[in-house]
Every structure is written in C-alpha cells, then in structure tokens.
C-alpha cells in the first residue's frame, strides 16, 4: 500500500516500528500515533534519526459517505535533508493515498 514502507512492527500501545527502503537505501525509525479526535484527527510523531523529526497530522472529515483525508507534514531537519524528505513523502503519500481510493 505504502510505496516506501514495506514493514511495520507494534511495539507497543501506540508504538510501532517502521522500516523504509527509498533509492536503495534502508532503514527503520520509531513512530508514536495518537488518535486525539477518534476518528477525526490523527497525529504521527518520530524521530527518523538524530537531527530529523517527522510530524504528520490527519484530518479525516465524512460526507455523503465518502472520507476526505487532509493530510499536513512538518519535517524538522537540515534544509537540505527537510527539502529531500518533504519531496519523497509527497511523491509517496499521492500513491499511498491513490492505492486507498482517497484521489
């Protein structure tokens, strides 16, 4: 489903573990999810590796039976590293969201 993802493991409530391949190269990182409005908004939080955090935050609003995902990205790292990272999550979350009908 998710073109960069290919592994996710729970860790614990809430805490899960992500592994990642993206041109060639691998690694994995620790994410927290919180659920702050069931089924309205979800937060993502994780420190990919020293010096780069990745916040992601999602809106989910029902109408007519169809579920609109807004999605917001906050990257904290370098500039050039933000840049690269805010570029790959773009490409990869159009066809994450095109895989799940959310296009």
């Known amino acids: 489903m998710h073109p960069v993802i290919y592994k996710v493991d729970t ?3 809430n805490e899960y573990k992500f592994y990642e391949k ?4 691998s690694f994995s990182y620790c994410v927290s ?3 702050t409005m069931p089924l309205t ?4 939080y994780s420190k990919v590796q020293p ?3 990745l916040n992601l935050y999602f809106r989910l609003k ?10 917001e990205v906050d990257v904290k790292a370098p500039i ?10 773009k490409k990869a979350h ?3 969201f095109a895989n799940i009908g959310c296009m």
């Open 80 to 89: 050039i590293i933000k840049q690269v990272f805010e570029r790959v999550l």
């Open 11 to 13: 860790l614990d409530n």
């Open 41 to 44: 908004y979800i937060a993502m």
């Open 62 to 71: 029902t109408e007519n039976g169809i579920t609109y995902v807004e999605e």
């Open 33 to 35: 999810v919180t659920e």
């Open 94 to 96: 159009q066809k994450m």
């Open 22 to 25: 993206y041109a060639g190269v």
């Open 51 to 53: 010096g780069v955090y």
